[in-house]
């Protein structure tokens, strides 16, 4: 009886030790191998203290044609800014944030096409109102911006209420 239990703790410690050593090969090669880091960890959104989660800083993903990529504001522009252009800042929830490439996103469509203004895309999927707010002190939007466009749907209001 000790025999077996003997051999069954040595077999047990070899699996743990094999996917011990699987799971830091597969996150090597993962970190090697892909554009889907930020400045704050892997993937699109990262938590955030104040407003629960957030766009990661830096953030690069490139699937085939589709590339999605973060400012070191967490905003989603991919022409620069002209010190020229009038600024206007975007919030909202995924009506902004979008999940589409880049360069199909309606700011960087109205960048593209306006000489006078520039869209900073700040939209971030599922936020509340009161997310959208907390952003505007995160993201150091001055309080006397030119323009700053908020979007509301049903939701966002339902959420006020909730």
Known sequence: ?????????????????????IDISIRIVWKITTYNT???????????????F???????YH???????????????????????IP???LGDSQVDNLVPDNRLFTYLLNKNN???YYYNFGVAAYSTLQELLSLESYHIPYRSQALLIFYL???LQQLFD
């Open 1 to 21: 009886m000790l025999r077996i239990l003997k051999i069954g703790f040595k077999i047990l410690t070899g699996v743990i030790i094999i996917s011990f050593l």
């Open 38 to 52: 930020g400045k704050l960890g892997y993937g699109l959104y990262v938590n955030d203290k104040i407003r629960g």
């Open 54 to 60: 957030q766009h990661n800083i830096n953030y690069q």
């Open 63 to 85: 699937l085939k044609r589709a590339k999605i990529k973060t400012k070191c504001l967490g905003n989603r522009n991919r022409i620069e800014a002209d010190g020229k252009k």
């Open 88 to 90: 206007i800042y975007v």
């Open 115 to 117: 000489s006078k203004y």
């Open 154 to 156: 049903g939701n966002d």
